[in-house]
């Protein structure tokens, strides 16, 4: 999305992640406090004063045209799938959310964990990067922001792929094959 100069102030960052503040993504997050990061989502603002992720809080819920701004002005769009708020330990979620091919649709540099269903979608380094922990995460984070051109390649083919294989439309194709009609 092209962004209007006030626009670029409001919502640029190296790292974006819009989102709960679950307590998981709260500890997940602090291991990554050394990044410029953007923080936007229900109860980020309730950090208390003095939590070394206050400083990146930029607001709480956006609506759509401000979601595709912040990932669209944002270096980095983290995805963290994860298993926050279910009673499922995070290793038994196993699927992509409906995030990642948002991402991928808006051409999206995304940094996404790597859930099985990620794994056998997309090759990492093709369309989005995966990674299993936050130190994985902050490796992935230095390399690409370090390499603007690459970054921005993974961001092209993601888009390219979203377009191709990734609609609605091949969801509900998909389906109906599934069922026999």
Not at 17 to 24: L, R
Not at 66 to 73: C, D, G, N, P, Y
Not at 78 to 97: K, Y
Not at 125 to 133: D, M, N, Q, T
């Amino acid at each position: 999305m092209a962004l209007e100069p006030g626009d670029k102030a409001l919502y640029e960052s190296d790292v974006a992640f819009v989102g709960t503040a679950y307590p998981e993504r709260v500890l997940f997050l602090e291991k990554l406090a050394d990044f410029k990061l953007a923080l936007w989502g229900p109860g980020w603002d309730r950090l208390p004063r003095g939590h070394k992720l206050r400083p990146f809080v930029r607001g709480g819920s956006l609506r759509t045209e401000e979601w595709l701004k912040a990932f669209s002005a944002a270096k980095v769009s983290l995805n963290l799938i994860q298993s926050f708020g279910s009673s499922l330990r995070d290793d038994q979620v196993t699927m992509a959310n409906s995030r990642c091919f948002e991402l991928l649709g808006c051409g999206a540099f995304q940094l996404v964990d790597a859930k099985r269903d990620i794994r056998t979608l997309f090759k990492s380094g093709r369309e989005l990067v995966w990674f299993s922990s936050a130190g994985e995460a902050a490796e992935s984070m230095r390399h690409y922001l370090a390499h603007d051109e690459e970054r921005r390649s993974v961001g092209t083919r993601a888009r390219e792929a979203a377009l191709a294989s990734h609609t609605y439309r091949d969801r509900l194709t998909e389906l109906l094959r599934a069922c026999g009609k």
